[in-house]
């Protein structure tokens, strides 16, 4: 760095955010369709433009822009959102000799392919819930790689089988205890990697349905829940179980109230609530296997 700079410059990273892309891959008359928005960011030595103003060297970030779509009809074979992200991450490594670190995060949205009379579609889709599939990968000079997974605003609900009893109460404390009250919340959570699963795709779905079971319990029945946070942490213990190559989870779970409400001339009789998204609980947390480093990721 420059010896008349007066200030230090410890970080600095630019990218460009929020590139849409779609990516078709046409096998005869079956179509497979994924639309990704993504947010590049690289790590480089350009010190030299924040403090000189001289771009010598710099990946711009159209430059970046630019490469998603490159990147996204490279991928001449159908893949999953993982390994484009982990591809983008290593052209811009390997191309650019003064980036040292490419990180990319990836939103797919949740197309599905539509069932039309018990057969799938050959080539229509329809927007499947409101969950988001994220992936954020970085890739670095040394080679190491880092792919971190996960579910954004997965929106959950049980009528039953949920509680809150024993908290703390004081002169501030107004909350009655319950045993039988509505749970929702629109869950989002990230799991990071030690090694490559066998398939990204089945991983995922794997993840998906632990946290699915772990909130919502057996179809017959549910699962009994006395807060939030041990749904939490049981949700996060299913999803290691299920998927050996996770070592860290962070879950991140609103509590949204359901309030009960007695209507004019009525009383509450366990069927009608008001319904609100704000104010809400917001219960969050890392579970790790016993040797693993936490990540703490809202990605
Ligand atoms: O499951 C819950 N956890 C809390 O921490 C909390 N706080 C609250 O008011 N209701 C709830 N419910």
């Known amino acids: 760095m420059s010896q008349s700079a007066p200030y230090a410059l410890p970080f600095h990273h630019h990218g460009k955010s929020k590139v849409r892309v779609g990516r078709v891959w046409r096998e005869g008359n079956v179509h497979h369709m994924v639309e990704w928005n993504v947010n590049t960011m690289i790590d480089s030595d350009m010190e030299h433009a924040f403090i000189k103003g001289e771009n010598t060297g710099m990946t711009a970030t159209d430059t970046q822009k630019n490469t998603v779509y490159v990147v996204a009809q490279r991928m001449s074979q159908r893949c999953t959102v993982e390994q484009f992200a982990i591809a983008l991450a290593q052209h811009f490594v390997r191309t650019y000799p003064l980036v040292s670190k490419a990180k990319i995060y990836v939103e797919q949205k949740p197309w599905a392919r539509v069932q039309q009379g018990g057969l799938p579609h050959d080539h229509g889709y329809a927007l499947q819930g409101t969950e988001v599939r994220t992936v954020y990968v970085t890739y670095d000079k ?25 908290f703390l109460r004081d002169q501030y404390t107004l909350l009655p205890e319950v ?17 490559q699963p066998p398939c990204y795709d089945a991983a995922f779905n794997a993840a998906r349905g632990a946290l699915l079971e772990g909130f919502l319990g057996p179809a017959k029945g549910g699962i009994y829940s006395p807060s939030v946070q041990f749904t939490l942490y049981d949700m996060a213990k299913i999803l290691l179980d299920r998927v050996p190559q996770a070592e860290s989870v962070f879950l991140n779970m609103p509590n949204l109230h359901f309030l009960p409400c007695a209507p004019v001339g009525s009383t509450f009789k366990n069927d009608v609530y008001v319904a609100t998204s704000e104010p809400h609980g917001n219960i969050e947390a890392v579970v790790t296997r016993r040797t693993a480093a936490p990540h703490v990721s809202k990605l």
């Open 142 to 166: 040394a080679g190491k790689l880092d792919v971190t997974a996960g579910i954004k605003e997965l929106s959950v609900l049980k009528t039953t089988q949920s509680g809150y009893e024993g």
């Open 179 to 195: 045993n039988d009250r509505i749970m929702a919340s629109t869950v989002t959570s990230t799991w990071k990697y030690t090694s």
